[in-house]
């Protein structure tokens, strides 16, 4: 489209970190045990047509949408937000230790469950930098796919345990295509990131 880039501002990488893993794990757990106890109920799950997720996470539909202009906020999901307050101060202080000298603040905290998503979407009207602490049950049953600085669609699959990505969301002109699909339980968590002055 006329005005719009594409671009793989993108990073990813597996997390090892040992006091991450000893303070979030007990959590973890017990939500492995039994997710719906840790699920907010004043958030809906899902949002527009239930359908195939490969075909809400696929390049029929974003280009559907990308012929529709913007889409700053996803139009279809099935996902739940869940209560992270023990494990709040962990998960900052682990993106505070990668993001020195810069203000955090937790913006996001998803349970994906076996065949969860959240459709194509740009957050066009928040830019910024954004982060995400992932947490899948299995390896390579999940992914984040976004569209790379070529238009090409790349597939991030998420290992067992803890996958971080960072990337920068742009305004309407300066876009990142985004989705998310899951074939297993996956936790994600979302930082937005701004540098102190």
């Given at each position: 489209m006329?005005?719009?880039?594409?671009?793989?501002?993108?990073?990813?990488h597996?997390?090892?970190d040992?006091?991450?893993?000893?303070?979030?794990?007990p959590?973890?757990?017990a939500f492995?045990?039994?997710?719906?106890?840790?699920v907010?109920?004043?958030?809906?799950?899902?949002?527009?047509?239930?359908?195939?997720?490969q075909?809400?996470?696929?390049?029929?539909r974003?280009?559907?949408?990308?012929?529709?202009?913007?889409?700053?906020?996803?139009?279809?999901k099935?996902?739940?937000?869940?209560?992270?307050?023990?494990?709040?101060?962990?998960?900052?202080?682990?993106?505070?230790?990668?993001?020195?000298?810069?203000?955090?603040?937790?913006?996001?905290?998803?349970w994906?469950?076996?065949?969860?998503?959240?459709?194509?979407?740009?957050?066009?009207d928040t830019?910024?930098?954004r982060?995400?602490?992932?947490?899948?049950?299995?390896?390579?049953?999940?992914?984040?796919?976004?569209?790379?600085e070529?238009?090409?669609?790349?597939?991030s699959?998420?290992?067992?345990?803890?996958?971080?990505?960072?990337?920068?969301?742009?305004?309407?002109?300066?876009?990142?295509?985004?989705?998310v699909?899951s074939?297993?339980?996956?936790?994600?968590?979302?930082?937005?990131?701004?540098?102190n002055?």
């Amino acid at each position: 489209m006329v005005g719009e880039t594409s671009t793989a501002r993108f990073d990813e990488h597996v997390v090892y970190d040992e006091d991450l893993y000893r303070i979030t794990m007990p959590w973890i757990k017990a939500f492995g045990e039994d997710p719906s106890s840790f699920v907010m109920k004043d958030f809906p799950s899902h949002v527009g047509a239930q359908e195939d997720p490969q075909v809400i996470v696929g390049r029929d539909r974003l280009e559907e949408l990308r012929q529709e202009g913007d889409n700053p906020k996803n139009k279809q999901k099935f996902m739940f937000h869940v209560d992270v307050e023990p494990i709040k101060k962990a998960l900052l202080d682990y993106v505070y230790s990668v993001f020195p000298k810069h203000t955090v603040i937790l913006s996001g905290r998803f349970w994906y469950p076996d065949g969860g998503y959240m459709g194509w979407h740009t957050n066009s009207d928040t830019p910024g930098k954004r982060v995400y602490l992932n947490y899948s049950f299995e390896d390579k049953k999940s992914f984040f796919r976004y569209i790379d600085e070529d238009g090409q669609m790349k597939t991030s699959w998420d290992q067992k345990g803890f996958t971080m990505r960072v990337f920068d969301i742009g305004d309407t002109h300066d876009r990142l295509w985004h989705s998310v699909y899951s074939e297993t339980d996956r936790l994600s968590f979302g930082f937005r990131v701004y540098p102190n002055l």
